[in-house]
């Protein structure tokens, strides 16, 4: 490998570091919403059970 390749190389990692980086920020932005959802989904289904 020439110095040439390992720069290339490094700079491929780095792209792909942020790239998993930006990926498991909005993995972790859906779980989040999801677990909202969840809970807002479940409180209303309490609701509906104290009403009938």
Do not use: G, P, W
């Not at 040439?4 to 989040?32: G, P, T, V, W």
């Not at 969840?38 to 059970?49: G, Q, S």
């Amino acid at each position: 490998m020439t110095h040439s390749d390992l720069i290339e190389a490094k700079s491929e990692c780095e792209a792909l570091r942020i790239e998993n980086e930006d990926y498991q920020k909005a993995f972790d932005s859906m779980k989040k919403e999801h677990t909202e959802k969840m809970a807002d989904l479940c409180n209303r289904e309490e609701e509906a059970k104290k009403q009938v």
